[in-house]
């Protein structure tokens, strides 16, 4: 009895074909594009939360500020604009402002017993823009 040995047929081979392997790396290249693509957009939603939380620190201290000391101008309006860098430092360049401060007062007349106090806080090179308004009563000394 003679055995011959015999390939096996060419559709039985083992291993992975050249159009395999390009489908897995293909695969492996959308995921990492995938991966760095949400990164870049979790980095800049970082920076326009700490953008907000800035204008809105900034904003809300002017109000603190204006309650624990309400001028004493009965009748008039008064308006004041300051200049800050992205710290929330005052700055005395407004040409190097990341955020602009307008705080408007309307102040009425002391028989009406409340001052109407309006902070915006817009950040210069975009499109954010914070804006509170305040009814503040008057105190009676």
Do not use: W
């Amino acid at each position: 009895m003679t055995y011959a040995l015999t390939s096996p047929p060419k559709n039985r081979r083992k291993g992975f074909t050249l159009l395999e392997t390009l489908f897995a790396l293909l695969i492996l290249l959308l995921g990492f594009f995938a991966a760095i693509a949400m990164n870049s957009a979790a980095l800049k939603s970082g920076v326009l939360n700490e953008t907000q939380f800035q204008a809105v620190f900034l904003a809300d201290s002017k109000i603190e500020e204006i309650r624990s000391y309400m001028p004493k101008f009965a009748g008039s309006t008064l308006t004041l604009i300051e200049h800050f860098d992205k710290n929330g430092l005052l700055l005395a360049n407004p040409a190097q402002a990341f955020f602009t401060r307008e705080t408007v007062i309307n102040l009425q007349t002391p028989s009406a017993k409340t001052d109407e106090v309006r902070v915006t806080v817009k950040a210069v090179r975009s499109s954010l823009a914070i804006s509170y308004l305040s009814i503040i009563d008057h105190v009676d000394d």
